[in-house]
Structures are given as C-alpha cells and as structure tokens.
C-alpha cells in the first residue's frame, strides 16, 4: 500500500460518495494532524468512487498527509486495507446503521464514529471505538488527538475482535429462530 510503517494510520474504506461526508473528515483531520507531533499520523481513503467531481472536491480538500485511493477494493484486499488502519474514521450526513463502521470492528479495527442513528449501540467509548458529536468538525478533530494519543489501542483491537464474535451470522440466526418461534407460539419474544 505504499504506506510508512511508523504512522498511525486513520482510515475510511468504502465508497467515496457524498453521503458518508468525507470532506468534514477531511477537514477535521487536516486541523488534528497540523499539531499532531511527528511521526505525523495519515488519513487512508479508500474505495469505489463515486461522482467524479465528488472525487477530486476531496482531493482539492486534501492535506499531504491525506492518501486517496478511489478505485474498486478487491473482496480479497479488504483485510489487507483494514489491516493497515490503527482505527476508521467515519461520519454520515444521515446514518441509522452502517455497513462499514461493522466491517471495520468486525476486523478488529476500533471505530471513530458520529453519535447518529444506532451506531453508540455498537461503537462503545474507549471499547470498540471513540463517539463524537454528529456534525461538531471540533468534536471529530479532538476525537482524532484522543485515538491517536490513547494507550488503549490493543484493548480496543481485543474487545472489536470480542464483540464481532458475540455476533456471528449463527448467534444472530439462532437469536430470530428463537424469536420467531416464540412469535409463532403466541409468546411475546
């Protein structure tokens, strides 16, 4: 990935569309990594790209400590990508659940997320991940200095991996087996 190995990489994989707001990530983190002390962190944004002038806006925003790699990620190159990041970085004009705050935790990868829509629910404070307040670029960019600067990492590395493993596709299956089947029963789940 061509990436130096001593950074503390902040990453956003996905697609580069409008909706997920990377522009504000952009700019939280331009302000977070001006007084960051050296070796300065990077910001990874990769994925599928959309609108063309979507793209290159974010690149018109970007600090030269901001990679983009607008281009399709390989099922097979997701764990790579993920791998390189220390912790994703996410905000949402509108979010009730996201995909890929879930890939990223799923990979052990704690989460820097906005307080919108059901994302506390899985984005715990110093456990899988740090919160901010949804459209507050202060917020994000002090929420940057905290993940870059915490001791908890490996913690949050291990309890990302723990609760991906809570809710495996058969502990969730089993969970509406049971609940279906006491709907069908009559019982209140």
Known sequence: L?????AFIFGNLGEIKPY????????????????????????????KPGPPEYVEAIRARAGEHVRIHAEEIPDADVPLWL????????????????GSVMLALSYAVPAIAPDRGCLPEYVFE??????????????LRDCLARAHASPLLPHLRYMCAA??????????AARFEQLYAALANGNEA
């Open 83 to 98: 791998g390189a990041m220390d912790a994703a970085v996410f905000a949402f004009r509108d979010i009730w659940m996201s």
């Open 2 to 6: 061509s990436l130096p190995p001593d």
């Open 126 to 139: 110093e456990d899988t991940g740090f919160l901010y307040e949804h459209g507050n670029a202060g917020a």
């Open 20 to 47: 997920k707001q990377l522009e504000f990530i952009v700019d939280a983190f331009n302000a977070f990594a001006a007084a960051a002390p050296d070796p300065k962190p990077l910001l990874v944004l990769a994925g």
């Open 163 to 172: 609760h991906a493993e809570k809710w495996t596709v058969e502990s969730v």
